[in-house]
T-cell receptor, first 114, second 115 residues
């Protein structure tokens, strides 16, 4: 069954801390995305990737790095976390091309930066 | 630049009636894909229905249908015979048709269904 799995589901860190959010998809999709969700802003795109080793800049990339190590795994890195990065983070995967499936989402990771 | 706008922050309707949620988008692409998602109270984001820009027919899935007005860059979601469990936040999204695959969302509309 197609799936997108995020870990951890909840994370608390302190200002200046180092955080890595993980996402794994078993859909054989080529695209993967990281979003943050905040009240009043909907889902805002941080970074995305169309394959291992590729990274594309989204609309709100400041303070975030990302790395796609394999077709399945996409990581979001906060190297100096700030309270403004307290948010709900979603990962998604999608297939472009002849299959062209609708993007599928993970369960979300709630991050609190104190 | 691409943009997706949902101007309705919240809507409340009585159960078993029909509701329409609005969404307008901006793009210079000749080919693009439009999606509607539902976010439940638990936070889960579920895909509902899609419209490919090159298709003239409005998509329909179950009690969800779309009102695609390409000249107006508009893609409305229509839910007929609403049920209590349709209460959720609904998001409109657009993906570019080229190989960039960038996917962006509107701000969302909170739908409340009253008994």
């Amino acid at each position: 069954e197609a799936a997108v799995t995020q870990s951890p589901r909840n994370k608390v860190t302190v200002t200046g801390g180092n955080v890595t959010l993980s996402c794994r998809q078993t859909n054989s999709h080529n695209y993967m995305y990281w979003y943050r969700q905040d009240t009043g802003h909907g889902l805002r795109l941080i970074h995305y990737s169309y394959g291992a080793g590729n990274l594309q800049i989204g609309d709100v990339p400041d303070g975030y790095k990302a790395t796609r190590t394999t077709q399945e795994d996409f990581f979001l890195l906060l190297e100096l976390a700030s309270p403004s990065q307290t948010s709900l983070y979603f990962c998604a995967s999608s297939e472009l091309g002849s299959n062209n499936q609708a993007p599928l989402f993970g369960e979300g990771t709630r991050l609190s930066v104190l | 630049a691409q943009k997706v706008t949902q101007t309705q922050t919240s809507i409340s309707v009585v159960e078993k009636t029909t509701v329409t949620m609005d969404c307008v988008y901006e793009t210079r692409d000749s080919s693009y894909f439009l999606f509607w998602y539902k976010q439940t109270a638990s936070g889960e984001i579920v895909f509902l229905i899609r419209q490919d820009s090159y298709k003239k027919e409005n998509a329909t899935v179950g009690h969800y249908s779309l009102n695609f007005q390409k000249p107006k860059s508009s893609i409305g979601l229509i839910i007929t015979a609403t049920q209590i469990e349709d209460s959720a936040v609904y998001f409109c999204a657009m993906r570019r048709g080229d190989n960039q695959g960038k996917l962006i969302f509107g701000q969302g509309t909170k739908l409340s269904i009253k008994p």
